[in-house]
């Protein structure tokens, strides 16, 4: 028997199976979350009417911030798991595929604190003063 | 009718990579394409390789790359393929000479998943081990698999990591899991559950286009995934 006659595959571990789970219950939700947010932003209200003052008026409610809170976490968890799958694939290099998947999941992390502290800590005025310094860079 | 076959040749002993040959041969509208080849290799080139035993799709060797499809060659007619045909070796397994290739990866995979009923009791003396039918039609279409690797070696999965075990051997294990005979369901989904297992299969679908006994494998792969979500196979 050559080496490749004793092949072996089998893991009691149950992860691959969650992500599989994971990735169409995520998927669903996603579509939902995402399509709703589309018709609220641009076929309720319409594109004409978001601006600054609109986005501000809508991040004081809870309900909008869990709501993108949700699009947020679901929407990278959901692409960082296919970014996973395509590095499985396709690097074959232990020390490439684990580079990597270090790298995606320091970004994963890095991108969700930065959405959460923006839709928690958002304050309109420290961002209209924000707003106003960088239009007055453009404005010279 | 007159057609041109485009081949894919190699020869390990004068060739150090594959190249194409065109030969044109006369067939009739209703030739089988290996009937096709076999004027080729009959008449006017001898060293034209590719295995064919049975010649009717029950034995599953000429398995080969047709006008970019896998197809067995002795089920698939002139008349369907045009005037102008191309065929190469099947795809992610190395080749040995021309349309034949190494299948050994292919087989181990499949002998991985311990294509075998495992059942320690004891039979009944006078009789074989008896099943209803509604048991038998459980697992009825991943029976008709005959192992021509179409399936395997059209899927990019397999093409971008020889690791993976494959859906044949997918389907073979989905034969034993479902059988209601079969004591070792537990034993396969564990098998099956492999980040090499059938958590590599990407719904891709081109298993199931390819698929010469049109075994619905993506449907059987996604039944084993459900399998090892629920802990087995449930009633």
Redesign the interface.
Known sequence: MSAISRLKYGSPNRFEAFSWYFMRVSGAVLLLVAVLHLLIMHVWYGVDAIDYRFVVGRWASPLVQVYDLALLLFAITHGVNGTRWVIDDYIHSRGWNLTLKAALYVLTVIFILMGATVIFTFDPDTSTTALNTVAAVFAR | MRVTLRIKRFNPERDEKQHWEEHEVDVEPNDQLLDALNKVKWYDDGSLTYRRSCAHGVCGSDAMVVNGRNRLACKVLMKDLGKKVTVEPIRGLPVIKDMVVDM??FF??Y???KPYLINDNEPPADRERLQSIEDRERFDDTTKCILCACCTTSCP?FW??GEY?GPAAIVQAHRFIFDSRDMAVHERL????????V??C?TVFNCVECCPREIDITRAIGEV?KA??NGGVGG
Request: charged share 30%; glycine share 4%.
């Open positions: 050994e990866p181990a995979r002998r991985a998943v999965s971008a990591n075990v564990e098998i099956m559950n492999d980040t090499m297992g958590w590599r990407r995934k090892i979500l």
